[in-house]
């Protein structure tokens, strides 16, 4: 039996996926239970997960002492741990994947994230995932740093379904679907079937508000104040109406009618950062049809236990939420050097991130070389 506030948002048309995935959550069914009771439909994952994952329980010690017996390296091992869980979640999540057409039941794996300068190189390791994995419902995680734009294109061109991720500026986010609409038209030319394409674009909430707040807590004035916890939710909302724009364009039409299918938002880094805020605030908030929702396992829970969701809460208020990114550049705020900031600091996190899963990963190997 689903859960009143989860299916409340899956009413909206919200497709509720977990930011969390590991060996255990998949081995024990708790995984399957959350599909059943709590509405989940995908799951994302990133290094950090896997690290936390292996470092908890013996789940792995035994793919762990193969890959030390076969003399395996690092980064081949890293890959081997991650893809065959990805690939698992792929079976659990198969029969939502089978019953949505495609649209939901995806598991994401990111591509190494020291290749996000590197067109080539993600092109390559995106491809190299799509294949271990080898199965329709993954989806391959790309950043949209200006050198992610061609690879997010080149992968969708092959066929590749992609979860575009560090989206926090909104000309980005219009690079990314643009991106997007190439890929397709390659894709087209080439003959692939667009009805097996999908895409999500992943624009991060929290950490808009994190950085804001802290620079407005620097102007300490009462009008700054007023402005604090409001630039995630408006950001993204600006960004859901320039989603509705661009699929609602000739151009866009011409691709629908060959089968293919949108590229939803999807909003990313939804748990509060700050305590004075609402622990579903950035949940509630963005509920709005066609969008995907990833929360950590915590924001989850706080949706399912005392969330209030109140229907579509995103295309009634572009006025408002430009007026905040107005607000805050009459404050002297600068939108421009945020989204730069956030996304020079996105990429530092992802391969701090990435450092630890190979430590933690090289810690394993080592102790079953023993």
């Given amino acids: 039996m689903a859960n009143d506030n989860t299916q409340a948002l899956s009413d909206v048309g919200v497709s509720i996926w977990l930011d969390d995935l590991s060996r ?44 030390a017996a076969a003399g395996t390296g690092v980064d081949d091992a890293v890959f081997e741990i991650t893809t065959r869980d990805v690939h698992n979640a792929c079976d659990v999540l198969r029969p939502v994947y089978d019953a949505t057409a495609g649209q939901d039941g995806r598991v994401s794996i990111e591509v ?28 391959i995680k790309i950043p949209a740093t200006v050198e992610g734009l061609p690879a997010i294109t080149a992968a969708l061109a092959e066929g590749i379904s992609v979860n575009v991720t560090l989206i926090f500026s909104l000309d980005r986010y219009r690079g990314v679907m643009n991106a997007f609409l190439t890929g397709l038209e390659q894709a087209k030319e080439a003959g692939k079937d667009l009805s097996t394409i999908r895409s999500v674009a ?58 293919a299918h949108v590229q939803r938002p999807l909003w990313a880094s939804t748990g509060v950062k700050d305590p004075a805020y609402s622990d579903t605030m950035y949940v509630v908030d963005l509920a709005v049809k066609e969008t995907v929702d990833t929360m950590p396992p915590k924001t989850l829970d706080a949706l399912a236990d005392h969330g209030q969701v109140e229907g579509d809460q995103v295309t009634g208020n572009y006025a408002d939420a430009a007026g905040v990114l107005d607000a805050l550049e009459k404050l002297g705020v600068s939108y421009g050097d945020v989204v730069e900031v956030l996304e020079t600091e996105g990429v530092q996190k992802f391969d701090a991130s990435w450092d630890e899963l190979l430590g933690s990963v090289k810690s394993e190997l080592d102790k079953a070389s023993r």
């Fill in 24 to 67: 255990m959550l998949i081995s024990s069914g708790d995984l399957q239970k959350l599909v059943d009771d709590k509405n989940v439909v995908g799951v994302t994952t990133n290094p950090t997960i896997f690290a936390g994952a292996l470092s908890d329980g013996s789940a792995y010690n035994e793919q762990v002492a193969e890959l």
């Fill in 112 to 139: 190494d994230p020291r290749l996000a300068r590197d067109t080539d190189g993600t092109i390559a390791m995106a491809k190299q995932l799509w294949a271990k994995v080898g199965q329709p419902n993954a989806m």
């Fill in 202 to 259: 992943s624009f991060f909430v929290s950490r808009v508000d994190t950085e804001i707040d802290k620079r407005l807590d620097a102007i300490g004035t009462d009008e700054a104040k007023a402005l604090k916890g409001k630039a995630g939710v408006a950001n993204a909302r600006l960004a859901y109406q320039a989603f509705e724009e661009v699929f609602s364009t000739p151009r866009w039409q011409t691709l629908a009618d060959d089968g």
